[in-house]
């Protein structure tokens, strides 16, 4: 084989490995921006790991890092515009955000509890927004079933200067919502809000009623409905007469894909 063809055709080869590698990028861009599930994938399952591989700490300690250093510490605002600017310009986070996080705010100012209740704490950042407009002598409950997600959340709250009024619950919220009459010492909740495995919204909301934790007027407030989406939670609340349902449109946290919250109230 001549030497001139050989060359020639390892050339070619190597235009076409080239070119279809830029092929499988300019897709991989597309599918990214356009198609949020692969969006989150990439973000949660493959840059979350390799990052955690090179720099050897979790995303959640390094949300702490960038608080404990960057934000006012006894400021619960500096803590949520910290992670808000952390997680929408270094690394996708599962907050309620920024968007969201004012519907949040406007569903606690209505309720003004006493007792709320979150599940799903993550790194705190819900709880610090619901516990900053609490009034004197109100208190939050929060429950999370990962211990590292707790630990970070317990510090990431007491920076913000809302420690007093949060309480984390660690464990499985199917175990601790039957203790919080007698060992929490909660009469009726005020406020729920619903954050945490999207098919735990349903049940969980079912054990709430069986346990008499709700009141009339209590204030449910569910996120994600839409992505990933909690199906049967939605069914049972909106063909159930003990609920009045309002849909709040909105996005998913530090993206544009569409997303929603749905506001419950018990109606006894």
Known sequence: ?????????????????????????????????????????????????????????????????????????????????????????????????????????????EAEPTVALELGTYCGYSAIRIARLLKPNARLLTIEFNPEFAAIAKEIIEI????????????????????????????????????????????????LEECGLLRKGTILLADNIIFPGAPEFVKYIRNNERFECTTFPSHLEYMKAEDAMEKAVYLG
Not at 32 to 50: C, D, G, M, S
Not at 70 to 95: F, H, T
Not at 181 to 189: C, T
Request: hydrophobic share 45%; with cysteine; glycine share 6%.
């Open 1 to 109: 084989m001549p030497l001139q063809m050989l060359g020639g055709w390892l050339v070619t080869i190597l235009v076409s490995a080239g070119a279809a590698s830029i092929l499988v990028l300019v897709a991989l861009f597309v599918l990214l921006r356009n198609n949020v599930h692969a969006t989150v994938f990439w973000n949660e399952i493959v840059l979350e790991k390799i990052t955690n591989f090179v720099m050897d700490r979790s995303k959640e300690e390094r949300i702490l890092n960038s608080v404990s250093y960057n934000a006012v510490r006894g400021n619960p605002q500096s803590v949520l515009d910290c992670i808000d600017d952390y997680c929408s310009k270094k690394e996708w986070a599962m907050n309620v955000g920024d968007e969201k996080g004012l519907i949040l705010d406007q569903m606690v100012e």
């Open 160 to 207: 913000a200067g809302v420690s007093d009024k949060v309480t984390i619950l660690e464990g499985h919220s199917e175990d601790i919502i039957p203790q919080l009459k007698k060992k929490y010492e909660v009469d009726k909740l005020d406020f729920v809000f619903l954050d945490h495995w999207k098919e735990r919204y349903a049940p969980d909301t079912i054990l």
